[in-house]
């Protein structure tokens, strides 16, 4: 009888390690994040963050609630870096616009809090951005190597491009604005409030927030669209094998 009970209490034991385990590799949270970049630099070829926006999606819940944006000040103290008229006519800022910004690594730990937030004490975070791999993520990289910054690793990356091909087939045609018109979503466009007249531009967290309409719309009109998983699942078991 003892021999018994000690075999059970050794599997309940058991039981629990691997749901321990299985929580620490849950994705807990989605995050749609953009960046508005300085443009190439001359010397280095590298961009530089001078905008992030997220909009974050925990698990449970029925849609994205917990954002995060910050502007950011791409120059170090010796100078380096300047924002391009390339990337200032799309994102419609210029140095004199963030100099007054901190820099990435002050914005890192705040973002660092969003996340940890959202993460709580466990599980992955999966972070969608468009064409994620060749833009947002090696900018991220970029700024974090420059300043001797960890990306955390709860962290998955993925492409809402991906996620589209996935869905809906493979397409020569990958941009925002052509996935926006293929499903009829409104991109959001933002104002600059030190800009003359009613121009509109590039804005991270609006970027975000619109890839989280997608990514949402992408899923419920998408054939074998089920009823019975969340969209939630349903976005991430396209990265998450």
């Known amino acids: 009888m003892c021999q018994q009970q000690h075999v059970h209490l050794h599997l309940t034991l058991y039981q629990i390690e691997i749901l321990k385990l299985e929580k620490e590799y849950e994705v807990v949270a989605i995050v749609f994040w953009d960046l508005e970049t300085s443009g190439k630099h001359p010397s280095s070829n590298a961009e530089y963050i001078i905008e992030i926006g997220c909009v974050g999606w925990k698990l449970n819940m029925e849609t994205a609630t917990e954002n995060f944006s910050s502007l950011v000040n791409p ?21 004199r616009d963030v100099l007054k910004e901190s820099n ?30 060749n833009a947002d993520e090696n900018c991220l990289k970029c700024d974090c190597e420059r300043y001797r910054l960890i990306i955390p690793s709860y962290l998955i ?42 121009s509109q531009y590039h804005g991270a967290l609006n970027d975000a927030d ?23 699942d349903q976005i991430v078991k396209n990265f998450i094998m």
């Open 210 to 232: 619109t890839l989280h309409n997608l990514a949402i719309t992408m899923v419920k009109q998408n054939l074998l669209y089920s009823n019975t998983l969340s969209v939630f």
């Open 75 to 95: 120059q170090t103290f010796n100078g380096e870096c300047s924002i391009t008229p390339k990337a200032s006519q799309v994102s419609g800022l210029y140095m």
């Open 104 to 133: 990435w690594d002050s914005v890192y730990i705040k973002w660092i809090e969003y996340l940890s937030n959202l993460r709580r004490k466990h599980g992955k975070i999966l972070m969608l951005a468009h064409n994620s791999r």
């Open 157 to 198: 990356f993925g492409d809402t491009h991906l996620l589209y091909n996935n869905l809906h087939g493979k397409t020569p045609q990958w941009s925002i604005d052509f996935l926006c018109s293929r499903f009829q979503i409104a991109r959001k466009k933002t104002f600059r409030s030190n800009r003359i007249g009613n």
